[in-house]
Nanobody, 122 residues
Framework: VQLQASGGGLVQAGGSLRLSCAAS????????MAWFRQAPGKEREFVAA????????DYADSVKGRFTISRDNAKNTVYLQMDSLKPEDTAVYYC????????????????WGQGTQVTVSS
């Protein structure tokens, strides 16, 4: 699976962005997908995950109620809708894929996109 993330940018606090992650490969529809983020000087952290059929989603406490992960298997794409953005959401956002069930640890994911920068100004 090859992943290409896009949709990042500069937004004011309280604004919204939608990230997309386009996947190539026939196994996308059977892959759990996740978003992670990494701020300067910090470790990569879990943001959200979704099972292969979209039946189960999971979120970090810091983004619950503000971010929504979804997927369209017909388009081989996973999305991250980010609303009510805060300056502390500033980071490089990465999409990741793995076969089977989702996990929240980055080391459990074998496939990674290149990252897209999200900057939230106060």
């Amino acid at each position: 699976v090859q992943l290409q993330a896009s949709g990042g940018g500069l937004v004011q606090a309280g604004g919204s962005l939608r990230l997309s992650c386009a996947a190539s490969g026939r196994t996308f529809s059977r892959s759990a997908m996740a978003w992670f983020r990494q701020a300067p000087g910090k470790e990569r952290e879990f943001v959200a995950a979704i099972t292969w059929n979209g039946g189960i989603t999971d979120y970090a406490d810091s983004v619950k109620g503000r971010f929504t992960i979804s997927r369209d298997n017909a388009k081989n794409t996973v999305y991250l809708q980010m609303d009510s953005l805060k300056p502390e959401d500033t980071a490089v956002y990465y999409c990741a894929a793995r076969g089977g069930y989702y996990y929240t640890r980055s080391l459990d994911y074998a496939y990674w996109g290149q990252g897209t920068q999200v900057t939230v100004s106060s």
